[in-house]
């Protein structure tokens, strides 16, 4: 579960990007964060992977707060869509799903089972 408890993060007085958000996603649940442009959605994801520190409150998964998680163990232990920039363009779609459990260091049949369930749950 992905627990976020009055989070913020502010770039400065005038530039709020995300204001007292709470919510939970329940474990094993596919979620999207849906909103215009410019709403918040890239920087909330950012901060669950530390990609982004918030300004205040607190971004907890199975009650662990996200800070103090040893980083890579917290990036590799999470699902997160990498888009545009953060994929590999001479990779497959499969290649690029597969990039972190190669990392680490599953056996290729399991490599291969959860990279199709994971294409055919999204229709890829």
């Not at 699902?79 to 779609?93: D, R, T």
């Amino acid at each position: 579960m992905i627990r976020f408890e009055k989070v913020t993060k502010e770039y400065d007085e005038e530039t709020v990007a995300v204001k007292d958000i709470t919510f939970e996603i329940p474990s094993r649940e596919l979620t999207v964060l849906i909103g215009p442009s410019g709403c918040g959605k890239t920087t909330t994801l950012k901060m669950i992977n530390r990609i982004i520190r918030p300004t205040a409150g607190r971004i907890l998964i199975d009650g662990n707060d996200v800070t103090e998680m040893d980083i890579r163990q917290l990036r590799r232990g999470i699902g997160y869509v990498i888009q545009n920039v953060g994929l590999f363009p001479h990779m497959s779609v499969k290649d690029n799903v597969a990039t972190v459990p190669k990392l680490l260091k599953w056996e290729r049949s399991k490599i291969d089972d959860r990279v199709d369930e994971l294409l055919q749950l999204v229709g890829l």
